[in-house]
Antibody, heavy 121, light 107 residues
Framework: EVQLVESGGGLVQPGGSLRLSCAASGFTFDNSAMNWVRQAPGKGLEWVSGISDSGGDTYYADSVKGRFTISRDNSKNTLHLQMTSLRVDDTAVYFC??????????????WGQGTPVTVSS | EIVLTQSPGTLSLSPGERATLSCRASQSMRNNYLAWYQQKPGQPPRLLIYSASSRVTGIPDRFSGSGSGTDFTLTISRLEPGDFAVYYCQLYGSSFSFGQGTKLEIK
């Protein structure tokens, strides 16, 4: 059974940093691209970042480019999102999502339950 | 950058009725790389349709997708109580973009 379990969310002040993690199981992690998608309170979905199966290619939404860094540890089946220079409008639930095909930029067939991030003073 | 616009914002229907949700792209999508998701409160989204019209395994055939170019439609025939949720369309292929969502509510 595929499982994606996010952790690391919490309350942080504007300008601060936070590192999210997503523990994956139930599929061959190092054969799959992975993504982060966020959802601000009461709002729609926004793709944040993606990474290829090897970790060699990374992709970012313009809204987070230069502030967020996606990475993965295939030996530990874990995906990370390092978030720096956080802003109030980064407040959202952050979901880890895997593509059904395993390839980058393909639809997400499985999502974690999400971890909430609140940026506030 | 292709922008996806969903309409209506809210759709009020009764169980047993047919729902038609629209997703319009600001530019033509040559490969029809469009997906549809369903999201219920407190849950992550669930993939329903990909490649505009291909249904994910396990999704009831009451759900169907159609369209090409710039205009895409998700149709839900014979609404059931569990179908009332928010639906998002998603562009994929060389980038990702989501529509703003359509809330399907019980009338």
């Amino acid at each position: 059974e595929v499982q994606l379990v996010e952790s690391g969310g919490g309350l942080v002040q504007p300008g601060g940093s936070l590192r999210l993690s997503c523990a994956a199981s139930g599929f061959t992690f190092d054969n799959s691209a992975m993504n982060w998608v966020r959802q601000a309170p009461g709002k729609g979905l926004e793709w944040v970042s993606g990474i290829s199966d090897s970790g060699g290619d990374t992709y970012y939404a313009d809204s987070v480019k230069g502030r967020f860094t996606i990475s993965r540890d295939n030996s530990k089946n874990t995906l990370h999102l390092q978030m720096t220079s956080l802003r109030v409008d980064d407040t959202a639930v952050y979901f880890c999502a895997k593509p059904g095909s395993g390839r980058s930029f393909t639809p997400f067939d499985f999502w974690g339950q999400g971890t909430p991030v609140t940026v506030s003073s | 950058e292709i922008v996806l616009t969903q309409s209506p914002g809210t759709l009020s229907l009764s169980p047993g009725e047919r729902a038609t949700l629209s997703c319009r792209a600001s530019q033509s999508m040559r490969n029809n790389y469009l997906a549809w998701y369903q999201q219920k409160p407190g849950q992550p989204p669930r993939l329903l349709i990909y490649s505009a019209s291909s249904r994910v395994t396990g999704i009831p055939d009451r759900f169907s997708g159609s369209g090409s170019g710039t205009d895409f439609t998700l149709t839900i025939s014979r609404l059931e109580p569990g179908d009332f949720a928010v639906y998002y369309c998603q562009l994929y292929g060389s980038s990702f973009s989501f529509g703003q969502g359509t809330k399907l509510e019980i009338k």
